[in-house]
């Protein structure tokens, strides 16, 4: 099996929610980002911003890296909206925290960003219960659980149903605590 790594920070670092859509995906550890940061500011289909890297001078953010299947990026591609709002970048440069090193992997990156956009609250939701997973520094947490959010009022939207899906899962019956 051909494997690749692939770099999560939105509602990806969710292991749960990443194996449900790429079965293969295990986690190799967490990395930083140098130059970058996350925001909700990538338009979504269903209308709620989506999270995206933003390029910042100075900035540092953590993410997970995964190993899967090569076989199972087209699917990730297509899951991720690639010519759709998000570019795969194939050499996207993070520092592994467990022993500082450089490592390219497989990312997203926004094509457009609109500011005034905020993420439902499940998705959000999703993004907290990762980086709480995954150990995140607390002014991390903290950063995301300050972000505005929206309530998503389409209760049976395939999305999220998918995404509450995931969060029970990973043991988060009661999400909305996250937030």
Same mark, same amino acid.
């Given at each position: 099996?051909?494997?690749?790594?692939?770099?999560?920070?939105?509602?990806?670092?969710?292991?749960? *929610?990443?194996?449900? $859509?790429?079965?293969?995906? $295990?986690?190799?550890?967490?990395?930083?980002?140098? &130059?970058?940061?996350? &925001? !909700?500011?990538?338009?979504?289909?269903?209308?709620? &911003?989506?999270? @995206?890297?933003?390029?910042r001078n100075g900035a540092v953010h953590p993410g997970v890296v995964y190993e899967l299947d090569a076989q199972e990026m087209p699917l990730?591609? =297509? %899951?991720? @909206?690639? @010519?759709? @709002?998000? %570019? *795969?970048?194939?050499?996207?440069?993070?520092?592994?925290?467990?022993? &500082?090193?450089?490592?390219?992997? /497989?990312?997203?990156?926004? =094509? $457009?960003?609109?500011?005034?956009?905020?993420? !439902?609250?499940?998705?959000? /939701?999703?993004? %907290?219960?990762?980086?709480?997973?995954? *150990?995140?520094?607390?002014?991390?947490?903290?950063?995301?659980?300050?972000?505005?959010?929206?309530?998503? %009022?389409?209760d049976h939207r395939p999305a999220r149903l998918a995404g509450v899906e995931a969060l029970r899962a990973a043991g988060h019956t009661r999400?909305? /605590?996250?937030?």
């Amino acid at each position: 099996m051909h494997t690749c790594l692939y770099f999560a920070y939105g509602s990806n670092l969710l292991s749960t *929610r990443l194996t449900a $859509r790429c079965a293969s995906a $295990r986690v190799v550890g967490v990395a930083m980002t140098e &130059g970058w940061t996350v &925001g !909700f500011t990538k338009p979504g289909g269903d209308g709620s &911003g989506k999270a @995206g890297l933003v390029q910042r001078n100075g900035a540092v953010h953590p993410g997970v890296v995964y190993e899967l299947d090569a076989q199972e990026m087209p699917l990730l591609d =297509q %899951i991720e @909206g690639v @010519g759709h @709002g998000y %570019i *795969r970048d194939d050499d996207f440069a993070v520092t592994m925290l467990d022993d &500082g090193k450089p490592v390219s992997t /497989a990312t997203y990156v926004p =094509q $457009r960003h609109d500011p005034a956009l905020m993420p !439902f609250d499940w998705y959000l /939701a999703l993004c %907290i219960a990762g980086a709480a997973e995954n *150990r995140f520094d607390q002014q991390v947490l903290a950063a995301f659980q300050k972000t505005p959010y929206k309530p998503d %009022i389409e209760d049976h939207r395939p999305a999220r149903l998918a995404g509450v899906e995931a969060l029970r899962a990973a043991g988060h019956t009661r999400w909305k /605590a996250l937030l």
